[in-house]
């Protein structure tokens, strides 16, 4: 990253996925950024797909999240796919909105969204959930756009 002069934020000790995500935040809101990529570094996600997160900004949300599932081909394990179907009744039972993958973590948001994700972002474990959730009963318009992913090379997923 540093290589290719993007900006990156290093943190004194590990704050979780929350907290990092928090600093991350804060840090594009405080620098003037008016929008932001969320994008996991497990290798699943395709930096060639940034591209379609913001074109759902261009039409209107405030935040786009990646749906590994609408492109086709991406597949989970039967355990998985249990506990992801039951956090898109969840979702859904909470929003009123239908999403098809509440936990990807490929996502992007813009202001006024984006500051409130540098001070509010959940810090706890299924942050992606919680903030989908959040932003949708806030009133914030939150689209899903079909993306491609890739298996993931390392780390474990949340659900």
Do not use: W
């Not at 202001?111 to 914030?140: H, I, K, N």
């Amino acid at each position: 990253m540093r290589a290719a002069k993007v900006p990156c934020v290093s943190l004194p000790f590990n704050l979780g996925i929350g907290g990092a995500m928090r600093a991350g935040y804060r840090y594009a809101a405080e620098n003037g950024y008016h929008r932001a990529v969320q994008f996991d570094a497990d290798g699943q996600h395709r930096a060639d797909q940034i591209h379609v997160l913001l074109e759902g900004l261009d039409g209107g949300a405030d935040m786009a999240c990646g749906n590994r599932f609408a492109a086709g081909g991406y597949e989970v394990g039967r355990g998985r796919a249990l506990a992801m179907g039951v956090l898109r009744v969840g979702v859904r039972m909470l929003t009123g909105q239908r999403f098809s993958d509440t936990s990807s973590g490929f996502r992007a948001v813009q202001q006024p969204l984006l500051s409130v994700f540098a001070s509010e972002y959940p810090v706890e474990y299924m942050d992606s959930v919680e903030t989908l959730v959040s932003a949708c009963r806030a009133g914030y318009t939150v689209v899903e756009v079909p993306t491609l992913m890739l298996e993931r090379a390392c780390g474990a997923p949340q659900t």
